[in-house]
């Protein structure tokens, strides 16, 4: 059995969670009130950019030329296709790109993507790799469970869906998974149970993400 196939069943509780959270659900319903939306689009493009420092990270980690070249894809991917998709996001929403660009991160996005980017910078393309899988699969099977019921009317909220339920994200959410799987397969048993640790820390943080744009978390002081 795969490393992600024996994390495949926690993996499958904690998306289960994301779809239950009410954001996720109102967003697949179309249903959603704007403003957590708007919360959630600024906060995700502050993580975004975080995001792509762990692929240039991967790039410099990774074990191969063809693995390096991945890595550098996403990361063009990131602050090209993905951060734009965000601005047009933005720009719909009545929210301006200088405010964009100055978004402050909540205390959630803070925590989480210095986690990422503290453990791609110290830790094993192993321990890179398991933090970053929960972003990927996580997106990829909420968007995909939420299309299997119909995609909303709003066109944002369907423009979500669409694109992480989408044949080209799911593809890199394999190899996401394969390269997991791939570095597992040599690790020792102590680095796979700290490989589950990345990942179990990475796919709660994917839980609070949604729930702190729900609440529209801020600073207590």
Known sequence: MSFTDECAPQADAYWSSILDHPMVRQLGEGT???AP?????????????????????????????DR????????ESTVTTEMDLHRSYAAD???????????D???????????????????????LVAALLPCMWGFNETAKRLAADGTPEHDQYAAWIEMYAGEEFTE???????????VAADASASDRERYRKRFATSAQYEYLFWDAAWERETWPL
């Open 105 to 127: 991160p909540s205390p959630t996005t803070r925590a989480y993507t210095d986690f990422l980017v503290r453990t791609a910078s110290h830790g094993t393309v192993g321990d």
């Open 32 to 34: 959603l009130d704007e």
């Open 68 to 75: 390096m070249g991945t890595f550098a894809e996403l990361l």
């Open 37 to 65: 939306f708007r919360y959630w689009v600024r906060q995700d493009y502050v993580y975004l950019q975080e995001y792509a420092r762990v692929f240039a990270l991967g790039a410099a980690k990774a074990p191969d030329l």
């Open 172 to 182: 890199l959410t394999e190899w996401c998974k394969t390269l997991l799987d791939d």
């Open 93 to 103: 929403l009545s929210i301006d790109e200088a405010d964009l660009e100055d978004t």
